[in-house]
């Protein structure tokens, strides 16, 4: 079964300092998002991404985030300056084009971002 | 903005015994879906529901999608230790998807054997 690929899996960063989390989409899917989990909290959305530009974004994802689709395949989430209120677990996600309808997404298994 | 509901926050069952976690938005949706997640895990997507009403199986999981469309419930018969996780409802703002999900506040499910 086709999986949304995540890594790393585990990011360990000072405060201040930049991260990119990286992720594969499924190759047919247009459509990418991110979410954030806090520990033990609910999944909150970050932002949507389709036809390489953002199409939704959270009152979360400030000017210190930013989204990128570089190549065609992988789409990565920078934060510039990370904070220790940024420590969370970031899920990519992705679905199936609008013309077939809606299916659920396809969520990765996350990288847990650990600010320090 | 659009909340979603859900309760209980924790669940703890006998193996064999039933569960049920309830999730009510502030809106009327378009259509809900339910995750899973499995400690340490990611949301598993399990099923959509978009009609009023609607009911709908997955083997010993039912899941109903309410008549005013502002409630589902996820029903599990003669729970397993498989089923433990926390469970999410979330909706999207239309039936097109392809927006953001606002994911409920999970049903944390533990079994005990």
């Known amino acids: 079964e086709p999986e949304v690929t995540q890594t790393p899996s585990h990011q360990v960063t000072q405060m201040g300092q930049e991260v990119i989390l990286r992720c594969v989409p499924i190759?047919?899917?247009?459509?990418f998002y991110w979410y954030r989990q806090i520990l033990g909290q609910k999944v909150e959305f970050l932002v949507s991404?389709?036809?390489?530009?953002?199409?939704?974004k959270s009152e979360i994802f400030d000017d210190q985030f930013s989204v990128e689709r570089p190549d065609g395949s992988n789409f990565t989430l920078k934060i510039r300056s990370t904070k220790l209120e940024d420590s969370a677990m970031y899920f990519c996600?992705?679905?199936?084009?609008?013309?077939?309808?809606?299916?659920?997404?396809?969520f990765g298994s996350g990288t847990r971002l650990t600010v320090v | 903005g659009q909340q979603v509901m859900q309760i209980p926050q924790y669940q703890h069952v006998q193996e064999g015994e039933d569960f049920t976690t309830y999730c009510n938005s502030s809106?009327?949706?378009?259509?809900i879906q339910w995750y899973k997640q499995r400690p340490g895990g990611h949301p598993v997507f399990l099923i959509q529901?978009?009609?009023?009403?609607e009911v709908k199986k997955q083997k010993r999981l039912t899941f109903q999608f309410g008549e005013a469309k502002k409630n589902s419930s996820l029903h599990i018969t003669a729970t397993q230790t498989t089923d433990v996780g926390t469970y999410f409802c979330?909706?999207?703002?239309?039936?097109?998807?392809?927006?953001?999900?606002?994911f409920g506040t999970g049903t944390r499910l533990t079994i005990i054997p």
């Open positions: 529901l978009v009609k009023s009403g």
């Open positions: 979330a909706a999207p703002r239309s039936n097109f998807g392809n927006e953001k999900l606002t």
């Open positions: 809106t009327t949706l378009s259509n």
């Open positions: 996600a992705s679905s199936e084009s609008r013309d077939r309808g809606h299916y659920g997404y396809t």
């Open positions: 190759s047919n899917h247009l459509y």
């Open positions: 991404f389709y036809n390489n530009e953002i199409s939704e």
